[in-house]
């Protein structure tokens, strides 16, 4: 499911008419008319505050929060919204501004004036900005009946940056206390929350300054004019007895290899939201097994209480199910049940899924983090996330995103400072996809000797509120408490502490990058980038024994495969063509022109030219977008499969790498597998087949070919085909071997040896078969007979320069080939599954084959989708058959259409 991308006008109107379209054209509500729409969704025991929503800004509205949050006030010309949002955000969904996502749109809305590429999170907002001023949340909802003798509480998950809260004409929180992106909020309202319909709650938010510990997208695109001010979390109620049962949490404890035993440690916060002392029994069963212990909490008091298994012997499993990433097994999960009892009777409850699993890590012998799962060894693939640029949250999306990662064979999804919804973490728990989280760089965050005493609270408080909720979570599998520097000693041990209070029970990383730490030591992981584009043989020239490549590069050497990189990419990810046409419109498709480049990136990413030049030399120049965009495809797929592979073949001297990144906050031109309308393009099936569980590949640095086993188990009788085709498809190598591949291995089968008479571009092919001779893994790639050679004594930070380039320019030569397709579509579930037969009757190779299923002949592309394959290639007399699942609703009321096209097919 896409969020909404409408192409709005790009003639806009002045900044003055516009903040007139925003504040004024709208119609007047009357306190009875908001009563009648208030009818709050539940959730559970949770009363979701979701809609019927109005904002509107500080400026505009003279009354005080004690005459906003009652119901006489009358509501003007203030537009509405639901939660959570954003102001921006709310503003573009009530079309009072046109789609930001649009070509360059979003320069045109008030209060964008920072300079194109700058990271506006360390710029101060200008004071003429309509998003300089507070603004005010509203919202009136009734209170359920059954809340009757019930303490009340009014939470909030995500607030940015700063609010004052008020309730029924009562302030119950000012904002020298609620401040900070990442805190999330809980208040006792019991004794200002009213029977009936009557019940007004007003916000009013600030905006953080560039002195705030908020969100940044740093480099990654653009920020929207507000900052993301808002109700950016959910908001709601829920009620309990005297006592509240919050943060309940199983850590686990296994004794690997082995792991038949699993000593369980349960702990859970109680807080009590009486003015009276209170006893009671915590109650706590997992499965048949029951625990429980007597608890006395003062008025008001809030406490962790836990349950150890050297004091409660039950809580020793024997031969435990267990929570495994899901390359490695299966993510199994367990129910905690718990109860807070007073004098018999149920205070409060709660039910949390949890997994026994154990998460450790240490130092390999060249100083890099290895992660252990229940005491095996993992190789960390992954990439980073982004959320939303305005913050939207679209469940599906979410879901679609989720199976888009495990359909790549990825394991771990990084977040740098935005940190996810409980969905999120809920989908990454059922999936068996390991998080890596922890703060951001580049802003407020990193700016430690400017903070000022309140900073240090907020700073401290926000790692407690997110530790308290992430925790429970079997997905995670760290915490970073720095990014792009371990935080100073003070700093680094106060988090540190909270950590250790609240029993995080996952591996803790100083920072993301090689910098030492003088409270924890070495970090164990690199953050050496690059970030620009880069030639495939970059991942295995760079060693760690190249010693005269590293001055240039950061702390712990360049890019390459060997250690934990935290983040890197092989550059830009330009998008299929029909994702560009979405993204820049059609009177900037060609040529590359600033539309283009205003989807690139920011500080030294403000640009594609070093992509564009590099795409140029090797496939030859590019006479269309759609030309641009196919040759694209290839050198994406060429240079995320090679990263991939460089680091799957050198496990465990390399240990881990994030791409940079997995997804886009907004349409993009650069770091992505898949782009925002959720269209896969070439860098997507790259890494796919990059990590396809049994794996044969080729060493661009050495001319080797290896068999990779990422899967758990042994792989005997294999045979290992091993053929180079010159261009007209003139067979010049043929070589087959017996392979054994254990699990989780990597073996060097061979070296390419020198083969006379080869086209300047050649092909290999590589086919891997078991026993019976199905075939369980393959890879085909195209080679240049001029070699790429890297200019290493020019690397920074982000790239290496290519010095030459390979050529490929003969992909021009290559004959016209037309396919035999047959397909059918069959129905599972919400689910249709498309079947494909593709074969290639001719005597020339099809090559880079693109496979889209359409809404009809002529229609859309169908996103999302999931092909079992796709920009494949077919040797002469090759049959393939392949599929693409994707949602049914999709299709509306059209029958699906398939669509083959590629660089010389018919």
């Keep these: 499911m896409q969020l909404p991308k409408s192409r709005i006008t790009r003639r806009f109107f002045s900044t003055a008419i516009l903040l007139i379209l925003l504040f004024e054209i709208q119609p007047m509500l009357t306190a009875q008319d908001r009563n009648q729409q208030a009818t709050p969704k539940t959730e559970g025991d949770k009363l979701l505050l979701h809609d019927h929503w109005t904002l509107q800004s500080s400026a505009k509205v003279d009354a005080r929060g004690e005459v906003i949050s009652t119901p006489k006030f009358v509501v003007q010309g203030w537009p509405d919204a639901t939660v959570p949002t954003t102001v921006v955000a709310a503003l573009v969904k009530d079309k009072a501004l046109p789609d930001p996502y649009f070509a360059m749109n979003l320069r045109q809305f008030p209060g964008v004036t920072y300079p194109i590429g700058a990271n506006f999170s360390n710029i101060a907002m200008k004071a003429d900005s309509p998003f300089a001023a507070p603004w005010w949340y509203r919202t009136q909802f009734s209170r359920p009946a059954s809340y009757a003798g019930k303490t009340v509480w009014l939470n909030f998950k995500g607030i940015n940056y700063r609010a004052n809260i008020w309730l029924n004409g009562k302030q119950i929180a000012d904002s020298d206390h609620v401040a900070g992106t990442w805190r999330t909020y809980e208040f006792n309202v019991t004794d200002a929350v009213k029977t009936g319909n009557e019940n007004v709650l007003a916000v009013q938010v600030f905006a953080p300054t560039e002195n705030d510990l908020a969100i940044t997208f740093v480099d990654w695109n653009p920020a929207p004019p507000d900052k993301n001010m808002g109700l950016w979390g959910e908001v709601y109620l829920t009620t309990t007895g005297p006592v509240a049962l919050r943060y309940p949490t199983v850590v686990s404890k296994l004794n690997p290899p082995a792991n038949d035993s699993a000593q369980l440690t349960v702990t859970a916060q109680v807080k009590n939201g009486s003015d009276h002392a209170v006893r009671g029994s915590l109650k706590g069963q997992i499965q048949n097994v029951t625990f429980e212990q007597e608890v006395e909490l003062a008025p008001n008091e809030s406490k962790d209480v836990t349950f150890a298994p050297d004091r409660f012997s039950q809580l020793v499993f024997s031969n435990p199910r267990l929570w495994w990433p899901a390359q490695m097994g299966e993510p199994n999960l367990y129910s905690l049940n718990m109860t807070f009892e007073i004098d018999g009777a149920i205070s409060d409850h709660s039910e949390t899924r949890f997994g026994i699993r154990e998460i450790t890590s240490d130092l390999n012998s060249i100083g890099g983090r290895v992660f252990h799962i229940n005491g095996k060894n993992i190789l960390i693939r992954g990439g980073g996330w982004t959320p939303d640029m305005l913050l939207r949250q679209d469940p599906q999306r979410l879901r679609d995103e989720f199976r888009y990662v495990r359909d790549m064979g990825l394991n771990t999804i990084r977040l740098e400072g935005k940190l996810e919804t409980e969905d999120f973490f809920n989908l990454a728990d059922e999936q068996g996809i390991l998080i890596m989280a922890g703060w951001c760089c580049c802003d407020f965050w990193e700016r430690w000797p400017r903070w000022k005493p309140q900073d240090y609270e907020i700073a401290k408080e926000s790692l407690r509120d997110q530790i308290y909720r992430l925790r429970s979570h079997p997905s995670l599998l760290a915490w970073l408490n720095g990014s792009d520097f371990p935080p100073p000693p003070d700093v680094e041990q106060t988090y540190l502490d909270v950590e250790?209070?609240?029993?995080?029970?996952?591996?803790?990383?100083?920072?993301?990058?090689?910098?030492?730490?003088?409270?924890?030591?070495?970090?164990?992981?690199?953050?050496?980038?690059?970030?620009?584009?880069?030639?495939?043989?970059?991942?295995?020239?760079?060693?760690?024994?190249?010693?005269?490549?590293?001055?240039?590069c950061e702390l712990g050497g360049c890019g390459g495969a060997y250690g934990f990189n935290t983040e890197t990419s092989m550059g830009p990810a330009v998008p299929p063509i029909e994702s560009i046409r979405a993204m820049v419109g059609e009177d900037h498709l060609w040529p590359i022109d600033d539309v283009w480049n205003f989807h690139a990136g920011g500080g030294e990413f403000k640009n594609i030219h070093v992509f564009s030049e590099a795409l140029d030399k090797r496939y030859g120049k590019s006479g269309s977008a759609e030309d641009f965009a196919a040759k694209s495809q290839m050198q994406t797929y060429e240079g995320v499969r090679a990263m991939y592979e460089a680091y799957s073949r050198n496990k465990y001297e390399a240990t881990g790498v994030i791409q940079w990144m997995l997804n886009n906050a907004w349409p993009s031109m650069i770091w992505h597998l898949y782009d925002y309308y959720l269209r896969p393009g070439g860098g997507y099936f790259g890494a796919k087949i990059a990590m396809e569980p049994l794996h044969p590949l080729y060493g661009y640095d050495d001319r080797s070919i290896w068999v990779v086993s990422s899967q758990y188990r042994d792989a005997k009788g294999l045979k290992l085909t091993t053929k180079i085709f010159n261009l007209d498809m003139t067979e010049k190598f043929s070589h087959e071997d017996s392979v054994d591949a254990p699990g989780d291995s990597t073996a060097k089968i061979f070296t390419l040896p020198d083969v006379q008479g080869l086209s300047s571009l050649y092909f290999l092919v590589l086919r891997l078969t078991d026993s019976t001779g199905k075939q369980v893994g393959s890879n085909f790639y195209w080679l240049s007979t001029t070699r790429e050679a890297l200019n290493w004594k020019k690397s920074t930070w982000w790239m290496t320069p290519t010095a030459s380039f390979a050529d490929y320019t003969a992909?021009?030569?290559?004959?016209?080939?037309?396919?035999?397709?047959?397909?059918?579509?069959?129905?599972?579930?919400?689910?249709?599954?498309?079947?494909?037969?593709?074969?290639?009757?001719?005597?020339?190779?099809?090559?880079?084959?693109?496979?889209?299923?359409?809404?009809?002949?002529?229609?859309?592309?169908?996103?999302p989708v999931v092909w079992e394959d796709n920009y494949i290639s077919l040797l002469p007399g090759e049959k393939r058959e392949l599929t693409a699942t994707y949602h049914t609703s999709e299709l509306g009321t059209n029958k699906p259409d398939v669509e083959v096209s590629g660089w010389n097919v018919e």
């Design 811 to 863: 992909l021009a030569q290559l004959p016209k080939v037309k396919l035999r397709t047959a397909s059918h579509t069959e129905s599972k579930g919400d689910n249709s599954v498309t079947h494909l037969t593709l074969e290639n009757p001719s005597k020339n190779l099809a090559f880079f084959v693109r496979l889209k299923v359409n809404k009809g002949a002529n229609g859309e592309e169908i996103l």
């Design 500 to 552: 250790k209070q609240l029993r995080w029970p996952n591996p803790v990383v100083s920072s993301a990058t090689g910098h030492a730490s003088s409270v924890t030591g070495a970090s164990g992981v690199k953050m050496t980038g690059p970030y620009e584009y880069i030639a495939p043989a970059y991942w295995g020239e760079d060693t760690l024994q190249a010693q005269s490549h590293h001055k240039q």
